[in-house]
């Protein structure tokens, strides 16, 4: 699209979280009029760390935003798959993207707010849940609780795993429950009884548990998170201190002394749902991104990457297609099969068994001999 054009684009996004506010600075980038609509009265992420993939802070140094990431967070040289008693199973520096070859650990809520900060101001507008959605054709036009109605020529469906732009325009599927609740802390490095020492991410992995230790060197902090197998899907389950150490029985004796020394009132306790891939993600003035378009589960860090990359993907395509129809449909052509693979791969999960799938002639000669 001409300079012009999408200067004269307005721009409505739905949702300020990883991917709504990705593509609002992306968008607006381009010179287009964006604004950005937050059912939340306040901006607040709950849980713990993530790591922001070599690839995806190149978008943040083409977006102008590196530093204002790079200030928050802690550079990575490799992650770890260890047994649950700590025998290595697997070692791998993260996937270079260029010149990039760091991962940055960072917690969601540094994460949100480094990106918020970011767009200017009177961008986003809180309290604003979205009820409805109405393609138009050449615009669409959302209506809120609140009682306002907003036209725009592109509306950007950024409202995460049970979105309404999704389930009004592309698909009523249910989201899908795997089996598994992510039970996710926050804790002093002091407190992580000596078993982090550098700025690497370890993930320890038997009987269907998974134990993720991830700096947060720049807090002082360690992100300890447990999934683990649970047949509850209930969205916030009622979970005990002594289901959470029956979870982590037979692994590492300092991981279950972690676990046992958890204040189970900064434990964030989700079931673990995902979505199965969605035919399609856009119409003529409408577009899916981040977990409204293709939410999965979290075995592969991929969830808050893919957001960003699906803003920068939309950002070029806008950019180089000769209109906005069909800007949407190389969007899509671009970014969803690379996230059909990633949801497929993410329901793998990491058992021990299936480390050789995932990775597949990666895993140490020691660790496959020892099988």
Sequence with gaps: MQPSELKNLKIAVVGAGYGGAAAAKALSLLGADVTVYEQANRIREVGAGIGLRPATMNRFREWGVFDAIARVSSPSEYFEILSATGEPMLKETWPAAGAQVHTHLIHRGDFIEALLGVLPEGMVRLGHRLESVRDDGDGATLTFANGETVGADLVVGADGIRS??????????????????????????????????????????????????????????????????????????????????????????????ITRNLDMDTVNIRAVYDIDPVGTWHSDSVVLVGDAAHSMLHHQGQGANSAIEDAGALADALRQADSLKEGLALFQATRKPETDKLQAISRQGWTEDEIDDVFPGQKPAAAATQE
């Design 164 to 257: 309404v732009v999704r389930r009004e325009l592309f698909s009523d599927k249910e989201p899908v429950f795997s089996g598994e609740h992510a039970y996710r802390a926050v804790i002093s490095v002091d407190d992580a009884h000596g078993m982090v020492t550098d700025d690497n991410l370890r993930m320890y992995i038997g009987r269907g548990t998974k134990v993720y230790l991830l700096p947060l060197r720049h807090r002082g902090q360690v992100s300890f998170d447990i999934t683990a197998l649970c047949p509850d899907g209930t969205w916030t389950p009622q979970v005990t201190k002594d289901d959470l150490v029956a979870t982590v029985e037979g692994f590492d004796e300092r991981l279950v002394n």
